[in-house]
């Protein structure tokens, strides 16, 4: 094969399959890191339940299963705005939750639809007295660049910042501001507040988009050697034309 480049097409043909190999190639990068997001978050959400620990709490712990015992001061319940359960509007609740040794933590007990906000038209789900639940540790949500800031004033809560509700709610010194925990669903059976699964249900389409890129990059690859070729400066062994043979 001999191929005698254009300047023109060469010099753009050239940075484009750059690019798109470069986006390939990153779309392949995301999809080990996503494998590895779900592998963790699927190894620690069903590992054998601990108790809160100790200090500080590293960040390889979030999603590791917890077995809490303690008290609900559903008094002080706040609601996270904005979120949905299989396309239906409603709430989060968070409700401090005092441990018996003493420590408290905010609990995102789950979803409620906005017509059970008011709690007096939920008392099944106040729970009363000492209580287990099982949960996993999270740390405090990042606010979207399209989120409002929270307005704990007017009772709007749209991203999940353990400090900005311990602090609102007056619990300085007492409750966890680093972290939270999400109450896990543990039953097929629903009951309200809807809490989270431990099953995972992340999408993972980086593999597709991989093949998509690395897809587009060869077929620029096709359309550079075919126009080199009708244009004779592409000769594969007898095929092709030479004008300045």
Not at 24 to 29: A, I, R, Y
Not at 90 to 100: A, C, N, S
Not at 134 to 145: S, V
Request: glycine share 8%; with cysteine; hydrophobic share 45%.
């Amino acid at each position: 094969m001999k191929l005698r480049p254009l300047f023109w097409p060469t010099i753009v043909a050239l940075p484009a399959l750059i690019v798109l190999l470069w986006l390939g190639t990153w779309q392949v990068q995301r999809l080990e890191w996503k494998n590895q997001l779900i592998e963790d978050f699927e190894s620690r959400a069903n590992a054998a339940p601990i108790d809160l620990p100790l200090g500080v709490v590293d960040r390889e712990m979030e999603f590791r299963r917890l077995a809490l015992t303690g008290r609900f001061d559903h008094a002080k319940e706040v609601f996270m705005t904005g979120r949905t359960y299989e396309g239906n509007a409603g709430f989060h609740i968070v409700t401090p939750f005092t441990l018996d040794d003493g420590r408290m933590i905010l609990v995102n007990r789950g979803w409620v639809s906005e017509s059970y906000r008011d709690p007096a038209k939920r008392s099944f789900t106040l729970v009363e007295g000492e209580t287990q639940i099982e949960a996993i540790i999270r740390f405090p949500n990042k606010k979207g660049y399209f989120v409002p800031e929270n307005d704990p004033e007017n009772g709007f809560w749209f991203t999940l910042v353990p400090a900005q509700i311990v602090s609102h709610l007056q619990l300085d010194g007492q409750a966890e501001t680093a972290i939270y925990a999400a109450a896990l669903r543990t039953s097929d059976e629903i009951r309200l507040p809807i809490g989270a699964r431990t099953e995972t249900n992340l999408r993972n389409s980086h593999l597709g988009y991989a093949i998509t890129w690395y897809g587009i990059a060869c077929a620029l690859i096709g359309v550079y050697l075919a126009f080199h070729f009708q244009a004779g400066r592409l000769t594969i062994g007898a095929w092709g034309r030479d004008p300045e043979a």
